[in-house]
């Protein structure tokens, strides 16, 4: 196979060389016909020698372009030939060598068989023994027997095929037996997502487009342009900036003599009487605490 190539590649460079040297002809070709003409439309029709001079470049010039066509015409027929030769030589490489492997499987398979029978006969008799009384080994028993039945029957046959598959191989009635090729799978990107902190409810749509609900006071996970758009509208602010800091506002901003829980909502609850003593100071408290609630939502969202 390595003279093949040599070959080839020998064969490759006088192309190469025989067509650089074609240009060289042609041009050399046109020129001639070009002095001819010109001395025929205006050149001395009585010199003869002249005529004659460059009738004999025309011919020369176009001898030698045939004669290098010619030659690429049969180098092209030489290197086609060597390049199927060297297929041929790789085929028959490759056929051996996939003949070769499956002698070897062939020969590991029928190794096997025999103590895969025989270990299988084993268990199955030492299942039959108790199979009596007990369903599920009487049951396991029966399937192994059946089974072993059925392979030795398929083995017969199987291997006899296998066996010649080699020989049909190598001489090229078969084709080589060509391995899985697992592709792998790309697994898309998830898409970018930002964690936001809600300083009011809202409902938002995620990335399949299905509707979501983000509580007050809670952090939700969303896509970037939706917690942007949520942020800019004083809805929410970044977990990265603002959270860190809620702890501290909720502790500066709530007097335990205004409002004892963090619950807003059942802090500023409407007053069953106005005219109450109970429900004036009621009132007071519902009046802190919502200031204290605008308070803190100015301050993250600021």
Not at 32 to 50: E, H, P
Not at 140 to 159: C, D, K, S, V
Not at 219 to 237: E, G, I, K, Q, R
């Amino acid at each position: 196979m390595q003279q093949l190539e040599t070959t080839i590649a020998s064969l490759t460079n006088r192309g190469e060389q025989l067509a650089a040297k074609r240009v060289t002809a042609h041009d050399a070709l046109d020129k001639a016909i070009k002095y001819r003409q010109q001395t025929l439309l205006s050149g001395d029709l009585d010199d003869q020698r002249t005529l004659d001079k460059l009738q004999g470049a025309v011919d020369t010039a176009a001898s030698t372009l045939a004669g290098i066509d010619d030659v690429l015409a049969v180098l092209a027929q030489q290197k086609a030939e060597a390049e199927h030769q060297l297929a041929a030589e790789r085929q028959r490489i490759e056929r051996a060598a996939a003949a070769d492997k499956l002698d070897k499987q062939v020969v590991s398979i029928e190794a096997a068989l025999p103590g895969y029978l025989e270990q299988s006969r084993a268990l199955a008799d030492a299942l039959s023994k108790i199979g009596d009384w007990h369903f599920e080994s009487g049951q396991m028993a029966g399937f192994l027997q059946n089974t072993m039945g059925q392979i030795e029957i398929a083995a017969n046959f199987a291997l006899a095929e296998l066996k010649a598959l080699p020989e049909a191989i190598r001489q090229g009635r078969q084709a080589i037996p060509r391995e899985l090729a697992l592709k792998p799978v790309a697994v898309p990107e998830p898409p970018p997502t930002m964690t936001i902190f809600m300083l009011r409810s809202a409902n938002y749509r995620d990335h399949d487009g299905r509707k979501r609900f983000a509580g007050q006071w809670e952090d939700a996970t969303m896509p970037v342009p939706t917690a942007a758009a949520l942020s800019s509208a004083a809805h929410a602010v970044p977990t990265s900036i603002q959270k860190r800091q809620m702890s501290s506002i909720l502790t500066r901003s709530m007097s335990p003599r205004t409002c004892r829980t963090p619950n807003l909502i059942r802090c500023c609850a409407q007053p069953t009487s106005p005219r109450s003593t109970v429900a004036r100071k009621r009132a007071r408290s519902r009046s802190r605490c919502r200031g204290h609630e605008n308070s803190i939502t100015a301050r993250l969202a600021a």
